[in-house]
């Protein structure tokens, strides 16, 4: 009875099984030709390669109601273009949810373009008519974002950035071993010794330096000797000294005493510094070397007399101060306006045979090392520390900012030659120290004016070029 039972459940189990399988042959099978008869379209190839690929989500039409609407919406933004083939992706959405690859491919392009479209319709502010001229200069490496480039612009995406205008490191690595060779080799060069003395004077508040004599000095002329002076500064100030020329001798005695009025409270910040020449009555004087005292109490409190000996550094160009400038920063990045104002300078080099300079301060605006604009101060007549509080103005746009830079002379005026260039020093992203500093600050603190006192170097002959 049991397996007569059991019989009974495997056959009803069979029969339900068959039944079921029927009913599915017949929805695949009989269902889309009635369908095919009552709307004709091209036959469907099912998508099997990598190049068909379904629609994606977004673009699938829910319902037979809802597509109507989308569909008319997308023919009134682009009537000519996609009429054709939205109403085929119409008529194909009523009967099955597969899509011929044309129409696929078709509406995903009509997508994208319509994306990059409302991409590129962003506001920006426009860009005043000043900076005009300054874009004109731009090189074409620069990338002004403020510049229009039109809706079809693209950018190639296998276009490989070049390195011109970029700093290669590696490039300045043997160099820089090279310059500690010439500076390890200098400094071993025999330059001699000078010997001299400094004391105090209280009553007339003046420090009395008297040079004494030099030995075993290098010789300079071809005949194996030399025609030694020395030139003496009290820093910071310019009032210089000079000692008489000894014709033809490497081991000179000078004993000559020179006085600097100068406070007692002041010596601690002073310092003493002695150039050796070598005369020369038909060319240029050759430099033999220089000696810096920087702590005038290293050895006593100069109330007496001190005799002291230093060793002369080789050097081949004085490396007195030329001088310090002081200008403020200030930059309105909604205007793209930089305002420098020279406010005064101080213990300029004398370059005039009176002991004075007739300064005036030319500034420079630099990008990628092609002058764009220049502009100069008024001329100060005889003085070594002239005041101007002059503003020079530059219309620079707030995105070109990081490839300008400020190039800062300050220049001797010559009624009969050529002005004569005192000292130079640099301002911006890619200068060096206190000109990087100075900048940097200024774009931090927007329309506020910066100032800093800043020390003039020695210019450079790229330098005198610009």
Known sequence: ASFGLLLGVFVVCGLALLGLLTFISWKLCCVPRRTKAHFPSPPLTPSCGPEHRPLQPPLLLPSSQQSPVTMATEKVKDPMGSMGFLEAAVKISRTSPDIPTDVQLSMREHFLRRTQRMQRQTTEPASSTRHNSFKRHLPRQMQVGSLDLGNDYMVD???????IGRIQPELYQQKTLES?????????????????SLKYDYENEA????????????????????????????????????????????NPTFSETFQFPV?????????????????????????????????????SDLSRETNIWRDIQYATSESVDLGEIMFSLCYLPTA????????????????????YSDPYVK???????????????????????????EAIIFDIPPDSMDHVSLHISVMDYDLVGHNEIIGVMRVGC?????????????????????????PLLESKKSEKEV
């Open 180 to 196: 500690e060779d010439s500076s390890k080799n200098s400094s071993s060069k025999n330059c001699g010794s000078i010997n001299f």
């Open 430 to 454: 890619h200068a060096e120290g206190l000109g990087r500093d100075h900048w940097n600050e200024m774009l931090a603190y927007p329309r506020k004016p910066i100032a800093h006192w800043h």
């Open 363 to 389: 500034v420079s605006l630099i990008c990628d090392g092609r002058r764009l604009k220049k502009k100069k101060t008024s001329i100060k007549k005889n003085t070594l520390n002239p005041t101007y509080n």
């Open 263 to 299: 406070p007692y409270d002041e010596l601690a910040v002073r310092k003493l510094h002695m150039s050796v020449f070598d005369f020369d009555r038909f060319s240029r004087h050759d430099m033999i070397g220089e000696v810096v005292l920087e702590n005038l109490f290293e050895t």
């Open 336 to 355: 793209g306006r930089l305002t420098l104002t020279v406010i005064k300078c101080r213990n300029l080099k004398a370059m005039d045979i009176t002991g």
């Open 207 to 250: 420090l009395l330096v008297n040079i004494l004599k030099a030995v075993d000095l290098p010789a300079k002329d071809l005949c194996g000797t030399s025609d030694p002076y020395v030139k003496v500064y009290l820093l910071p100030d310019r009032k210089k000294f000079q000692t008489r020329v000894h014709r033809k001798t490497l």
């Open 157 to 163: 995406k296998d276009e490989k950035p070049t390195s």
